[in-house]
């Protein structure tokens, strides 16, 4: 391995002659000394040079081989002495903003326009290591619910897995589209695996420009097999936001503490309320869907009343689910669905979904849609499936919304909206 002590490592080494390596985060200079703070993956250390040395810019790449001294006004409570160092790199411009500032003092636009040196920023960096602790405990808390993750394919032959609008392409001659998600192929591996999940990235082409959507955003995807019904689902979510954010404690920590992040506690059981008493209780408007207003209402009910931060709403209409969904038995027009609440904003949908053939053909009959598009999706279903269920959570929403950013895009790694097609 790299024979090298990372900035959070210094301190161990007290007295030792040590090598460091990184890049040039700020130089200081004094009357008698200067210093010179190196960022690595892990934090920033200190190097103590003496008077008349010639500082490398800053953004240099370079390697510092010195003495480890404790000092408690130090970060991390130890520094680097007498040092030789090495340029590996040197920068050919200057970052588009000083990157030791304590706070960003570049605009979003500024940020997105210069990402690749940009996000080297502590506050910028902060909530993609939260987005990469979130996937890890997302993955641990399957694993250890016997899923198996499995990885589908991005191009798929049909434009009809949902209502959004899709990316076409070229196939070698012939039209294909980006798959706005990997539903219908989870679906076919729980007769498979029996409970499966996958990591990846998803596309949709609708014309939005909020601070919310993106055209391709990354989705945590589950399904499992031998439900009883949506409730079931339900349960085995709770248990993966619990992992994500343990993982977040963990892995993150010194992410969590720069963005100031207050981790939401995950009740055993998240309160849940039906659709219609959700309207009732957020002002009815007679809509078959939940206007933003109300998901914020209702989530601050379920604070104040559940001391929740997340909140289930079930039973949605079957107008507003995918043809797929399983009905409620009990309640005529209503489906086995639902979607979770976080602080004030839908965050993910999930439900029960068909596993019968029939039901498949009898869905797409009463909706007037034509069964040909669907014949690759359904020959799952010719051979016995068993009642099943899923969910999909989008990454960056819960990472936004989980960090507090007013805007997605700050937790994505290069965003692909209505305008930016590049870095």
């Given at each position: 391995m790299i024979s090298r002590v990372l900035s959070a490592e210094l301190k161990e080494h007290a007295g030792q002659r040590v090598t460091i390596a990184g890049w040039v985060h700020r130089r200081r200079r004094l009357k008698s000394v200067s210093f010179l703070l190196v960022r690595d993956r892990r934090g920033v250390s200190q190097v103590v040079v003496p008077r008349?040395?010639?500082l490398p810019a800053e953004e240099s790449v370079v390697r510092v081989t010195g003495v480890v001294r404790s000092g408690t006004q130090a970060p991390g409570g130890a520094e680097l002495t007498g040092p030789s160092i090495e340029v590996l790199a040197e920068p050919t411009q200057a970052p588009p903003f000083g990157l030791y500032r304590p706070v960003v003092p570049a605009e979003l636009p500024v940020v997105l326009d210069h990402a690749p040196v940009a996000l080297r920023h502590p506050l910028l960096r902060a909530p993609l290591e939260i987005s990469a602790a979130s996937v890890a405990g997302f993955r641990a808390a399957l694993d250890g619910l016997g899923f198996t993750e499995i990885h589908t394919p991005k191009l798929v032959a049909s434009a009809t897995e949902s209502g959004a609008n899709v990316f076409a392409v070229d196939y070698f001659g012939r039209p294909a589209y980006l798959a706005q998600s990997p539903q219908f192929f989870k679906q076919a591996m729980v007769g498979l695996f029996e409970r499966v999940y996958e990591v990846g990235p998803v596309f949709r082409a609708e014309p939005h420009d909020t601070v919310r959507h993106l055209a391709q955003y990354t989705s945590l995807d589950a399904e499992l097999g031998f439900v009883g019904?949506?409730?079931d689902v339900m349960a085995v979510l709770r248990e993966a936001l619990a992992g994500m954010l343990e993982a977040v404690r963990l892995r993150a920590a010194r992410a969590v503490e720069a963005l100031d992040v207050a981790l939401p506690e995950?009740?055993?059981?998240?309160?849940?309320?039906?659709?219609?008493?959700?309207?009732?209780?957020?002002?009815?408007?007679?809509?078959?869907?939940?206007?933003?207003?109300q998901e914020r209402w209702l989530s601050e009910w379920a604070l104040r009343e559940h001391g929740s931060e997340f909140l289930f709403v079930t039973g949605y209409p079957m107008a507003k689910r995918p043809f797929y969904t399983h009905p409620d038995p009990a309640r005529p027009g209503h489906s086995n669905g639902f979607d979770l609440l976080f602080r004030g904003l839908e965050l993910v949908t999930g439900g029960q979904r068909l596993h019968r053939h029939q039901d498949y053909l009898d869905a797409l009959a009463a909706r007037g849609e034509p069964v040909e598009p669907y014949e690759g999706y359904l020959k799952a279903f010719e051979h016995g499936m068993p009642p099943h269920g899923g969910f999909a959570i989008g990454l960056e929403r819960w990472t936004a919304r989980l960090t507090g950013a007013p805007?997605?895009?700050?937790?994505?790694?290069?965003?692909?909206?209505?305008?930016?097609?590049?870095?």
């Open positions: 008349g040395t010639a019904d949506h409730r995950v009740p055993a059981e998240i309160p849940a309320v039906h659709f219609t008493e959700a309207k009732r209780l957020s002002g009815g408007d007679g809509e078959p869907d939940l206007s933003p207003a805007n997605i895009r700050q937790a994505a790694l290069f965003p692909r909206d209505l305008h930016r097609l590049s870095p």
